[in-house]
T-cell receptor, first 113, second 116 residues
Framework: GENVEQHPSTLSVQEGDSAVIKCTYS??????FPWYKQELGKGPQLIID?????GEKKDQRIAVTLNKTAKHFSLHITETQPEDSAVYFC????????????FGTGTQLKVEL | GAVVSQHPSRVICKSGTSVKIECRSL??????MFWYRQFPKQSLMLMAT?????????EQGVEKDKFLINHASLTLSTLTVTSAHPEDSSFYIC????????????FGPGTRLTVT
């Protein structure tokens, strides 16, 4: 089955700096890679996703890059703000196989003033 | 929009009793819903896939007789934890896929279950 590794487990940045979170996956059949933000006591919120036919996708301060050959994808947050502080999860799935998501272990992002 | 709700948001029950958690897609129809559990400071672990009108598919290691799932309509799936024990205490989260041809999962706010 799919295995997703995520690094770092914790990340502390100064407000205004950029944050990068990296994930690797094992199953070459995976073709959908979403990123979720989870605040304490709440459910995950989809913030951006990318399909395997695209190398990069951007939405305002958030971008995701995908390297299919190396089987890794990254989340980039620019101009970080205190409200970006949360746990971020990457995930991978094969859309032709039931859409089951395999999650990474999560990154606790703290944006300090 | 794609809003998923869960009820209750938190529940405390005594050991040996059963608890039902509801997951609703409020503004779309969901042929497929998923149930996850999450322990503190850990990732989400998929428990089962719930398809409307058919039996749920459980992940390896998840007891189907303990975690009863019913997906009776295109907007409602329920998870019943039967004969709950303290080790069942966890954060239970559902998600739903919008439409039959989509793949984006939208998550509910979660239900905190505490078994005393």
């Amino acid at each position: 089955g799919e295995n997703v590794e995520q690094h770092p487990s914790t990340l502390s940045v100064q407000e205004g700096d950029s944050a990068v979170i990296k994930c690797t996956y094992s199953d070459s059949a995976s073709n959908y890679f979403p990123w979720y933000k989870q605040e304490l006591g709440k459910g995950p919120q989809l913030i951006i996703d990318i399909r395997s036919n695209v190398g990069e996708k951007k939405d305002q301060r958030i971008a995701v890059t995908l390297n299919k050959t190396a089987k890794h994808f990254s989340l980039h947050i620019t101009e970080t703000q205190p409200e970006d502080s949360a746990v971020y999860f990457c995930a991978a799935s094969y859309t032709g196989g039931g859409n089951k998501l395999t999650f990474g272990t999560g990154t606790q992002l703290k944006v300090e003033l | 929009g794609a809003v998923v709700s869960q009820h209750p948001s938190r529940v405390i029950c005594k050991s040996g009793t059963s608890v039902k958690i509801e997951c609703r897609s409020l503004d779309f129809q969901a042929t497929t819903m998923f149930w996850y559990r999450q322990f503190p400071k850990q990732s989400l672990m998929l428990m089962a896939t719930s398809n409307e009108g058919s039996k749920a598919t459980y992940e390896q290691g998840v007891e189907k007789d303990k975690f009863l799932i019913n997906h009776a309509s295109l907007t409602l799936s329920t998870l019943t934890v039967t004969s709950a024990h303290p080790e069942d205490s966890s954060f239970y989260i559902c998600s739903a896929i919008k439409g039959s041809s989509s793949y984006e999962q939208y998550f509910g706010p979660g239900t905190r279950l505490t078994v005393t």
